[in-house]
DNA sequence: CCAAAAGTGTTCTCTGTACACCCATGA
DNA sequence: TCATGGGTGTACAGAGAACACTTTTGG
């Protein structure tokens, strides 16, 4: 059996399928569709579709994300830090499983997609229904609100570990916020996708002190309750050394 | 156009690929087998090969690797530590740029597989010559000793660059041990892989201080050169907190 | 005035680092 | 005896955690 014989290949079919989040309302938020077909028709699903037979995966990330969300994201190579309304977006990784779709040998590369809060989550195209909903529901919740469809449950799952976890050593919580943030902002940030509550003492310290991770906007004010606070853009800095650390409850 | 359509699908080829990395003889090496046909004939390549129609993605990877080096190697779930004699093997990431094969649209899904060194690295099977080379002349030096074929050097990159990242804030190391090692045999794997050399003195410290990181294997000596050395196996635990910090030169 | 959020300073503790020093073997 | 690697003790510096305190807005 020859590695390579391009007759002899078994047939399969290639997908991405999104996991794209946000913060909204005090919640970590992902992007849900409905289906219009069977299997699972009714269900909700992530977001996703064919890879075109001629389109890098990335791109299809892309085309899929702007389809259904009109939302423009942008590749995260190494050193790559994201820019004005852009999200950011990487693989998360592909599932295979023969069985995951009841029709056919599907592999799903799955791609992460970090957003800011958009003012319209308008859904798109030839979508029914997209919109945000807090994966608290879908995940641990989800015996009542009803699980995705597929093995979406388990992308679901490891798009927001991953969040979780990259956040902790990189400068992506940005990716969350608008293009100039203040330093309780980007905490509420943290807070929200870790569960957690932190200092805003020693947060604001530790992220105004990390060379790179945060630019003054030069605009100095704005409202969010108490005095005002000094406005910020994401610095060119996309590792963060020392981490941040996730308390522990 | 429908999501699912099962008949209008396009036509992919769907392969795994794997980075086999072990330390032996002082360097970090890969697993890397002699092309027998064109394209790239006679260039070296990493292992790899299709997914049968009903086989899982990791199946493939565990069968490729056993077809080649009758190494066995156990899927890396969350809380899984490796067991005697099975090597570490997790989903390293998808590679579908089109192109990337010259005769068709392959999608590669890439495994890391992080193995003990072994008594032989016997080829087996249909592959014409297996063997482990040093990753440094593979990649840096690869302008003399000759690229591998297809986006290969990309991939090795990507899984060089996850193990070393990953055995930081990971017991993986012990996943480069044989079943009983020695604190300064694992010092040396993180020495070799992150190409630095750490102090002897703290690092015995840090790792027999981690709980559940290493457990002292009861026989308690060894001759590796001066004063016997007590025996460890790995633990049962997987993450480093706090982590292993790597120096930077 | 009071509440609420933004910032600053200080103290304590923990851990990483550097390095002196002792232990047990082979040659 | 010396060289080699194994293992312990200790002192110093840097960063995180906890928290007192000041600043600046709105009501």
Same mark, same amino acid.
């Given at each position: 059996?020859?590695?390579?014989?391009?007759?002899a290949?078994?047939?399969?079919?290639?997908?991405?399928? /999104?996991?794209?989040?946000? %913060?909204?309302?005090?919640?970590l938020c992902?992007?849900?569709?409905?289906?219009?077909?069977?299997?699972?028709?009714?269900?909700?699903?992530l977001?996703?579709?064919?890879?075109?037979?001629?389109?890098?995966?990335?791109?299809?990330?892309?085309?899929?994300?702007?389809e259904e969300t009109?939302?423009?994201?942008? %590749?995260?190579?190494?050193?790559?830090?994201? $820019?004005?309304?852009?999200?950011?977006?990487?693989?998360?990784?592909?599932?295979?499983?023969?069985?995951r779709?009841?029709?056919? $040998?599907?592999?799903?590369?799955?791609?992460?997609?970090?957003?800011?809060?958009l003012?319209?989550?308008?859904?798109?195209?030839?979508?029914?229904?997209?919109?945000?909903?807090?994966?608290?529901?879908? /995940?641990?919740?989800g015996?009542?609100?009803? $699980?995705?469809? &597929?093995?979406?449950?388990? !992308?679901?799952?490891?798009? %927001?570990? $991953?969040a979780?976890?990259? !956040?902790e050593?990189?400068?992506?919580?940005?990716a969350?916020?608008?293009?100039?943030?203040?330093?309780?902002?980007?905490?509420?940030?943290?807070?929200? %996708?870790?569960?957690?509550?932190?200092?805003?003492?020693? &947060?604001?310290?530790?992220?105004?002190?990390?060379?790179?991770?945060?630019?003054?906007?030069?605009?100095?004010?704005?409202r969010?309750?108490?005095?005002?606070a000094?406005?910020?853009?994401?610095g060119e800095?996309?590792?963060?050394?020392?981490?941040m650390?996730?308390?522990?409850?």
């Amino acid at each position: 059996m020859s590695p390579y014989d391009p007759s002899a290949f078994p047939p399969f079919a290639v997908t991405v399928d /999104l996991v794209a989040l946000t %913060v909204r309302e005090q919640a970590l938020c992902a992007l849900t569709v409905r289906r219009a077909e069977p299997p699972f028709e009714g269900a909700w699903a992530l977001p996703g579709g064919f890879v075109r037979p001629d389109e890098d995966l990335a791109a299809a990330a892309e085309r899929e994300l702007l389809e259904e969300t009109s939302l423009r994201a942008r %590749v995260m190579e190494a050193a790559c830090p994201v $820019r004005r309304g852009e999200a950011h977006l990487e693989q998360l990784a592909t599932y295979g499983d023969p069985g995951r779709d009841p029709r056919m $040998r599907v592999v799903s590369v799955a791609y992460l997609v970090l957003a800011p809060d958009l003012p319209t989550p308008r859904p798109g195209g030839d979508v029914e229904g997209a919109r945000w909903t807090p994966v608290d529901a879908l /995940l641990e919740g989800g015996r009542s609100g009803g $699980r995705l469809a &597929f093995d979406h449950d388990r !992308i679901l799952a490891d798009g %927001v570990e $991953r969040a979780r976890s990259k !956040i902790e050593y990189s400068s992506l919580a940005t990716a969350f916020c608008p293009e100039e943030f203040t330093v309780g902002e980007l905490r509420r940030v943290y807070e929200v %996708v870790w569960g957690v509550s932190l200092d805003p003492r020693n &947060f604001h310290r530790k992220v105004t002190g990390t060379p790179g991770f945060l630019v003054a906007a030069g605009g100095t004010t704005k409202r969010q309750g108490g005095r005002p606070a000094q406005l910020f853009r994401a610095g060119e800095a996309t590792v963060l050394n020392p981490p941040m650390l996730r308390p522990e409850p």
